[in-house]
């Protein structure tokens, strides 16, 4: 038996994930917090860096603890005052974060 096709009849393969294209229209955003990351000229790899490595935060503190053993072992002497002040704001900033992670693991044990 012959086959007849009209113009736009022919076989169509699509695929339909309710979900994904549902939260398409919406940015991707979805639950009561949402955080948008930015433009990312690579977002495929800006994601995989996310979940395989660490998050911007995690990042940020290695960097952060870093910089920490860097500073202590550079001679201060030789910096200017407007230098020197800039490290100890760094060192000030610091110390707060490990005050804020301490008061939080004392938190997490006394729950």
């Not at 096709?5 to 009561?32: C, E, H, R, T, Y």
């Not at 000229?41 to 503190?61: K, W």
């Not at 002040?85 to 939080?104: D, G, P, T, V």
Request: overall charge negative; proline content about 5%; glycine content about 8%.
């Amino acid at each position: 038996m012959p086959s007849l096709k009209l113009p736009l009849s022919g076989d169509v393969l699509q695929s339909i994930n309710p979900w994904s294209d549902m939260f398409k229209a919406f940015g991707s955003q979805f639950g009561l917090i949402n955080i948008n990351l930015g433009r990312s000229s690579a977002p495929e790899v800006e994601q995989d860096i996310l979940t395989e490595v660490g998050s911007y935060g995690r990042q940020i503190g290695r960097i952060g603890e870093a910089l920490e053993v860097l500073i202590d072992h550079l001679d201060l002497k030789s910096l200017t005052p407007k230098e020197q002040a800039a490290l100890a704001a760094f060192k000030a900033m610091q110390a707060e974060i490990a005050e804020i992670k301490a008061y939080h693991q004392r938190s997490d044990t006394a729950a």
